[in-house]
């Protein structure tokens, strides 16, 4: 054999499953994980999103047994969203802040069946917008300062119905600020805010908008939502946030954007979550079927890059598989 002098050997540290464990750096557990969900009106429904094998739309009895289930595998939070009839939808979303609307009735539902699970909705206006976008439409445009009033009413209705914290997702400036104002105005001064702050024009949204039926009737939602192109100003919607009130903020999509959750995570004084999106849940669940991937070791190795970016908290639909997979271990 050839003789090397070779002092330093990085594979000493590879060298069994214990060496490698005890040097690992990052974790991924059922702690980290928020399980978003889709609900719908009826009874005893489960219907599958066509483009995300194994997410269903839940009416809300079958919703809380869901929970019950989530909370027993240790998921501990969930994100709730609408799946509402387009004759319900107007210009101005006012199904948004019925007492005793679907959402309203579905948040309420859940806190009673499992009073410990971290219930976190989603503030927009899309799922009730006759006009599909976030925001209040005004010949074609987006009008931010007509928005914010909406999704004040809508937060505090959130709040009522018993939301622990409240994401608003719709990227108007200056949201963050009035929504912190009309939850304290309103007592709600322990509902915390996960800041949708670095949020992407992304196409990987396309699934979600299949399962909410919530795509923008006209044009889409680039003058709102961030362009790809930019990390610069994911930092400055992130700055602003923490005067503005916030208690978490949040990076979407997550694996096309792990630059960007690596510059939040290094200058966020907040905790950071990333939301691992419907397109990429569902892109691994295509390549699995067709037999191309190995789903298991794709999902953990996904969820493992959020952490190893930097984030704290992950949004994915992969969260309950996960919980079954280290629960069968
Ligand atoms: C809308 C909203 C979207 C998602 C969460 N909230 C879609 C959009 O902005 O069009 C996407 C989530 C996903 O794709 O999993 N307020």
């Given at each position: 054999?050839?003789?090397?002098?070779?002092?330093?050997?990085?594979?000493?540290?590879?060298?069994?499953?214990?060496?490698?464990?005890?040097?690992?750096?990052?974790?991924?557990?059922?702690?980290?994980?928020?399980?978003p969900l889709f609900v719908i009106d009826g009874?005893?429904q489960?219907i599958?999103v066509?483009?995300?094998?194994?997410i269903y739309r839940f009416s809300i009895?079958?919703l809380?047994?869901?929970?019950?289930?989530?909370?027993?595998?240790?998921?501990?939070?969930?994100?709730l969203f609408p799946a509402l009839d387009d004759?319900i939808k107007?210009?101005?979303?006012?199904e948004?802040?019925?007492?005793?609307g679907l959402y309203?009735?579905a948040?309420?539902?859940?806190?009673?069946?499992?009073?410990?699970?971290?219930?976190?909705?989603d503030?927009?206006?899309d799922p009730y917008?006759?006009?599909?976008?976030?925001?209040?439409?005004?010949?074609?445009?987006?009008?931010?300062?007509?928005?914010?009033?909406?999704?004040?009413?809508?937060?505090?209705?959130?709040?009522?119905?018993?939301?622990?914290?409240?994401?608003?997702?719709?990227?108007?400036?200056?949201?963050?600020?009035?929504?912190?104002?009309?939850?304290?105005?309103?007592?709600?001064?322990?509902?915390?805010?996960?800041?949708?702050?670095?949020?992407?024009?992304?196409?990987?949204?396309?699934?979600f908008r299949d399962a909410l039926d919530s795509a923008?009737?006209?044009?889409?939602?680039?003058?709102?939502?961030?362009?790809?192109?930019?990390?610069?100003?994911?930092?400055?919607?992130?700055?602003?946030?923490?005067?503005?009130?916030?208690?978490?903020?949040?990076?979407?999509?997550?694996?096309?954007?792990?630059?960007?959750?690596?510059?939040?995570?290094?200058?966020?004084?907040?905790?950071?979550?990333?939301?691992?999106?419907?397109?990429?849940?569902?892109?691994?669940?295509?390549?699995?079927?067709?037999?191309?991937?190995?789903?298991?070791?794709?999902?953990?190795?996904?969820?493992?890059?959020?952490?190893?970016?930097?984030?704290?908290?992950?949004?994915?639909?992969?969260?309950?598989?996960?919980?079954?997979?280290?629960?069968?271990?």
């Amino acid at each position: 054999m050839i003789d090397f002098n070779l002092p330093i050997r990085p594979r000493r540290n590879r060298r069994s499953a214990a060496v490698r464990a005890l040097v690992s750096e990052n974790e991924v557990t059922v702690n980290d994980l928020v399980m978003p969900l889709f609900v719908i009106d009826g009874e005893n429904q489960k219907i599958e999103v066509k483009s995300m094998p194994n997410i269903y739309r839940f009416s809300i009895d079958l919703l809380v047994e869901e929970c019950k289930e989530l909370w027993d595998l240790g998921i501990k939070g969930i994100d709730l969203f609408p799946a509402l009839d387009d004759s319900i939808k107007d210009k101005v979303a006012s199904e948004s802040i019925n007492p005793e609307g679907l959402y309203q009735r579905a948040i309420k539902a859940v806190k009673a069946a499992v009073p410990e699970m971290l219930v976190i909705t989603d503030v927009a206006m899309d799922p009730y917008s006759s006009d599909g976008h976030d925001g209040y439409v005004e010949d074609g445009e987006i009008i931010n300062d007509k928005t914010l009033p909406i999704l004040a009413e809508m937060a505090v209705a959130q709040a009522k119905a018993g939301a622990d914290i409240i994401a608003p997702s719709d990227m108007m400036d200056g949201r963050v600020e009035v929504l912190r104002e009309a939850l304290d105005d309103a007592g709600f001064t322990d509902v915390g805010i996960l800041s949708y702050s670095a949020k992407y024009a992304s196409a990987f949204y396309g699934p979600f908008r299949d399962a909410l039926d919530s795509a923008p009737k006209s044009g889409d939602k680039k003058t709102y939502q961030m362009d790809p192109a930019n990390v610069r100003e994911a930092i400055r919607e992130v700055e602003l946030v923490f005067s503005e009130g916030a208690d978490m903020v949040m990076v979407k999509p997550g694996m096309p954007y792990l630059d960007v959750v690596r510059a939040v995570a290094e200058m966020s004084e907040l905790p950071v979550a990333v939301y691992n999106v419907s397109g990429e849940y569902s892109m691994l669940n295509a390549a699995a079927q067709n037999g191309w991937l190995d789903y298991e070791r794709v999902v953990k190795e996904t969820l493992l890059s959020f952490k190893r970016a930097g984030a704290d908290i992950i949004l994915t639909y992969h969260a309950k598989e996960f919980a079954k997979w280290t629960q069968d271990k």
